[in-house]
């Protein structure tokens, strides 16, 4: 199974900031095809601002990111800016199977 995460800036009002989520979209087989690929999941709790992030070169949210899956979960680590000039990192547990992944928050 293909698991896909990224930052996306649906959520953003325009009011202000850059508010961004974290999201991923899994696909168990043949993801040529569009019908093969799963639901999006949203990783984030609620939206960030992308502006508080550190500068280096751009907004930067770490270089620690990544993702691994062990059986039939898969655990993408991720970065968040929560201040100015702050980030810290999140990871949460997906659950795979069929392509219909569910997120769960990590004890």
Same mark, same amino acid.
């Given at each position: 199974?293909?698991?896909?995460?990224?930052?996306?800036?649906?959520?953003?009002?325009?009011?202000?900031?850059?508010?961004?989520?974290?999201?991923?979209?899994?696909?168990?087989?043949?993801?040529?095809?569009?019908?093969?690929?799963?639901?999006?999941?949203?990783?984030t +709790?609620?939206?960030?601002?992308?502006?508080?992030?550190?500068?280096?070169?751009?907004?930067?949210?770490?270089?620690?990111?990544?993702?691994?899956?062990?059986?039939?979960?898969?655990?993408?680590?991720?970065?968040?800016?929560?201040?100015?000039? +702050?980030?810290?990192?999140?990871?949460? +547990?997906?659950?795979?199977?069929?392509?219909?992944?569910?997120?769960?928050a990590?004890?």
């Amino acid at each position: 199974e293909l698991v896909v995460t990224y930052y996306d800036f649906r959520n953003d009002t325009g009011e202000g900031g850059e508010l961004t989520d974290h999201w991923a979209v899994t696909c168990p087989a043949d993801c040529a095809q569009e019908a093969s690929w799963g639901h999006e999941l949203r990783l984030t +709790r609620r939206s960030f601002d992308m502006l508080d992030a550190p500068v280096a070169v751009g907004h930067f949210l770490g270089d620690y990111m990544g993702l691994v899956v062990a059986g039939e979960v898969a655990h993408p680590v991720f970065g968040i800016a929560e201040a100015p000039d +702050r980030t810290s990192l999140y990871t949460r +547990r997906i659950r795979l199977g069929g392509g219909a992944g569910k997120v769960a928050a990590l004890p």
